[in-house]
């Protein structure tokens, strides 16, 4: 299907997550506007609050390399149901995503479906609401 590169992608990156803790291992994997894949898993740690999730670890990838406009991400983990982003993850994505912006959520079989930023994080607090 359309964007089976990118849930593979996704899958592929999974196997280095780091989870001691919880054992789910989450892979993300960003397609730019400019055509340019950046992947990421998640990376838990003894102190657990300082685990970082899948997709934020792919998104920060993409915006340290001056990627700021996301054009596709998917997500996928080790779990019969579609994984979705966090809470915290939604609100990371708003950040360098559009309304044109597909979010592909997947389970471990490689099924998905397709979302936009609004469906999954409608009303968002942005930086239009900072009056700076
Ligand atoms: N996790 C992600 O990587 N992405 C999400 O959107 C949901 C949760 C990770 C964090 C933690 O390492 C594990 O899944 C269990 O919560």
Request: one cysteine or more; a negative charge.
């Amino acid at each position: 299907m359309k964007w089976d590169f990118l849930v593979d992608e996704a899958v592929k990156v999974k196997e280095h997550a780091y989870v001691p803790y919880s054992g789910f291992r989450v892979g993300a994997a960003v397609l730019t506007h400019s055509e340019k894949i950046y992947t990421g898993c998640n990376v838990e740690n003894a102190s657990y609050g300082a685990a970082i999730c899948a997709e934020r670890v792919a998104v920060t990838k993409a915006v340290s390399e001056g990627e700021t406009l996301i054009k596709a991400i998917a997500v996928t983990g080790d779990s019969d149901d579609i994984v979705f982003p966090c809470g915290i993850c939604r609100q990371v994505l708003t950040e360098f995503c559009n309304s044109e912006t597909v979010i592909i959520c997947s389970n471990k079989k490689g099924e998905y479906r397709e979302y936009k930023m609004e469906d999954i994080l409608p009303h968002p607090f942005s930086k239009a609401d900072l009056n700076i």
